[in-house]
């Protein structure tokens, strides 16, 4: 089992920057890939980055060139540092971890309770 806990959500004006954290305590396998998914109002959860431990990232096209995902492999942290926001980014940020690396949601078994991004105008 692992436990994942989110923070660093927010309100921010168009253009601002937000710094997420997620740290979590489990099973190390099961926390070999650590990232971000997002979930809008009316919307489906949707990829934004991952890392997976001692290797690279994936990001989706819209956190390209804004956002940069980096960890603490040691003590298994997570962090979704994000700049020029738009209003468009606003939702729900879920912390997720799975062993095997993947865009899709339904690949990620643990999910933390998620953090409130809210960019304005």
């Known amino acids: 089992q692992v436990r994942l806990v ?3 959500g927010g309100s921010v004006q168009a253009g601002g920057s ?3 954290t997620c740290a979590a305590s489990g099973r190390a396998y ?4 650590m990232g971000w998914f997002r979930q809008a109002p ?3 959860r ?3 980055a991952v890392r997976w431990r001692s290797g690279d990232a994936l990001y989706s096209d819209s956190a390209k060139g804004r956002f940069t995902i980096s960890r ?3 003590e298994n942290i997570v962090y979704l540092q994000m700049n020029s926001l738009k ?3 606003t939702g729900v940020y879920y912390c997720v971890s799975a062993g095997g690396i993947s865009t899709a949601a339904n690949d990620y078994e643990n999910w933390g309770e998620g953090t409130q ?3 304005s105008r």
């Open 72 to 74: 603490d492999d040691y």
């Open 30 to 33: 099961s926390t070999y890939v």
């Open 87 to 89: 209003p468009e980014d």
């Open 117 to 119: 991004v809210t960019v």
């Open 46 to 48: 949707e990829f934004v």
């Open 18 to 20: 937000l710094r997420l």
């Open 6 to 8: 989110e923070s660093g």
């Open 42 to 44: 009316g919307k489906e």
